[in-house]
């Protein structure tokens, strides 16, 4: 059976704390109490939280003072914040700060458990996909304790932090996409998607519309917009697996993209404008082709 969800209930008023704790307690959460700012970050600075109601108004520290606070700390809990006197500045300055949700008093008890359990809710899923993420992340592990292992975690582990472009080669089954997981599993863009594309599965006449996506009408068969694998892969990376089995046309392609950080979707007759990324993709690249293990492609721009 999981954990009672723990709420700190913080109001300078005995009454209210007393009101929510009852009505809180009887909808099966464990809750506590705080007459000022300065006790509920004590508490807080504790853990074990898992919603904070968080009155504006209060003695010493106001309540958003103690909500930037909050945020501050390692996984914070949700807060809602509770005002008799709210304006929609103070709202949207709550809003910025993080907080969850602001309720005005007088205070509707149906309301308040409608979004202490929304909270929780919402608290729960984040901490399991941290958990999910962690998990994915330890999944993608180089292992090994062999000198070479150990330069290429050590390799990982330096190139993982920038965001520069990253050439992978081996020859098949050495294991290049695993070290393009565990890349991007350390990365800064660890949190955005990891999108996978098989060069060598995508025929010619195809690859550039699965790379730069197309707009509806563009050519026969385009029945709709289609958002390519590098507007996917923004704000996380992309891999590009046996790169080398691309047309040296489109690699051409795909390197001025990489050069000038745009591109447009196929349009005609005509162009919705440039797709700007917001931060630089990591690209992995499996170096050569089934039929050039070892050797260059002929005229391929990229370095092999």
């Known amino acids: 059976m999981p954990p009672k969800p723990h709420i700190l209930i913080v109001d300078d008023e005995a009454g209210i704390r007393e009101s929510l704790s009852s009505i809180l307690t009887d909808e099966g959460y464990v809750a506590e109490s705080a007459e000022s700012a300065e006790r509920a970050l004590e508490r807080t600075s504790h853990g074990g939280l898992d919603v904070i109601l968080l009155d504006v108004w209060l003695p010493g520290m106001d309540g958003l003072e103690a909500l930037s606070r909050i945020q501050t700390m390692p996984h914070p809990p949700a807060v809602i914040m ?93 294991g290049k996409e695993l070290v393009a997981r565990s890349l991007h599993a350390a990365s ?74 745009r591109f447009e979707p196929s349009a005609w007759p005509f162009s919705p404008g440039p797709f700007l990324p917001s931060q630089r993709h990591s690209v992995f690249r499996s170096a050569a082709p089934r039929s050039h293990r070892g050797h260059p492609h002929p005229g391929s721009p990229f370095p092999q």
């Open 188 to 261: 800064l863009r660890n949190k955005g998607p990891f999108v996978e594309v098989n060069c060598a599965a995508i025929p010619d006449e195809l690859i550039e519309s699965e790379l730069f996506g197309h707009i509806k009408g563009s050519f026969t068969g385009a029945s709709d917009d289609k958002v390519g694998k590098f507007q996917q892969a923004d704000g996380g990376t992309l891999f590009l697996d046996e790169i080398g089995d691309m047309s040296l046309r489109t690699q051409s392609k795909v390197l001025r993209v990489l050069e000038e950080q």
């Open 82 to 174: 509770v005002s008799g006197h709210a304006t929609i500045d103070t709202a949207v300055r709550a809003t910025k700060l993080g907080a969850f949700d602001f309720i005005e008093k007088p205070l509707s008890l149906e309301k308040i458990i409608v979004l202490v359990r929304n909270a929780v809710q919402q608290r729960r899923l984040e901490e399991e996909n941290q958990s999910l993420r962690s998990e994915l992340g330890h999944r993608y592990q180089v292992i090994g304790e062999s000198i070479p292992m150990k330069a290429l975690r050590q390799q990982i582990a330096v190139t993982a932090p920038t965001n520069g472009r990253v050439l992978i080669f081996g020859e098949s089954g050495t």
